[in-house]
T-cell receptor, first 114, second 110 residues
Framework: AQSVTQPDIHITVSEGASLELRCNYSYGATPYLFWYVQSPGQGLQLLLKYFSGDTLVQGIKGFEAEFKRSQSSFNLRKPSVHWSDAAEYFC????????????FGAGTTVTVRA | ETGVTQSPTHLIKTRGQQVTLRCSSQSGHNTVSWYQQALGQGPQFIFQYYREEENGRGNFPPRFSGLQFPNYSSELNVNALELDDSALYLCAMGGSYEQYFGPGTRLTVT
């Protein structure tokens, strides 16, 4: 079975500082990995995805993530946070063998202070 | 803007009642998935439909059922509502490489 762990429930970061959100997955085969962002009362917006190839993935809004198979991790990073980045972030794993059904982590809430 | 719409936006029902939630897309995606997101949690997979057939189900009882129509729009039906069914229900269209999520329907069961 596939699963995702996001160890940090809540992170507070100053505007302009860097941000890193952790994600660990469990899956036997090659996973497809995703990061989504959800603003209050909204649906999910895809930030970036990894299927294969280059392990450093660039996404929208200046986000990037690095796939590390040896650590079963897919951490999300942003060099300089903007106040509009305050939201909830979800890591998700899927696979071709599971018809791309997604398993999500519990999420990390990001607060940005001025 | 994903082009996936859901209706209604909000809904309040009483325990024991039945509810139907709807999902549609401007683009013809042949796969639709439904997720339940309880407050403070990540979305949980309910089931997926591919070309009008159920294509996998998560750990949800049979009172959660669905339909996919020839135009690829979809319904989620929940019978005998329970208080724990209160959640945001998300549909996602598209399969393989990317799923496009709708804004969700907020269901409150009292």
């Amino acid at each position: 079975a596939q699963s995702v762990t996001q160890p940090d429930i809540h992170i507070t970061v100053s505007e302009g500082a860097s941000l890193e959100l952790r994600c660990n997955y469990s899956y036997g085969a090659t996973p497809y990995l995703f990061w989504y962002v959800q603003s209050p009362g909204q649906g999910l917006q895809l930030l970036l995805k990894y299927f294969s190839g280059d392990t450093l993935v660039q996404g929208i809004k200046g986000f990037e993530a690095e796939f590390k198979r040896s650590q079963s991790s897919f951490n999300l990073r942003k060099p300089s946070v903007h106040w509009s980045d305050a939201a909830e972030y979800f890591c998700a794993v899927g696979s071709r063998s599971n018809d791309y059904k997604l398993s999500f982590g519990a999420g990390t809430t990001v607060t940005v202070r001025a | 803007e994903t082009g996936v719409t859901q209706s209604p936006t909000h809904l309040i029902k009483t325990r024991g009642q039945q509810v139907t939630l709807r999902c549609s897309s401007q683009s013809g995606h042949n796969t639709v998935s439904w997720y339940q997101q309880a407050l403070g949690q990540g979305p949980q997979f309910i089931f997926q439909y591919y070309r009008e057939e159920e294509n996998g189900r998560g750990n949800f009882p049979p009172r959660f059922s669905g339909l996919q129509f020839p135009n690829y729009s979809s319904e989620l039906n929940v019978n005998a509502l329970e208080l724990d069914d209160s959640a945001l229900y998300l549909c996602a269209m598209g399969g393989s490489y990317e799923q496009y999520f709708g804004p969700g329907t907020r269901l409150t069961v009292t």
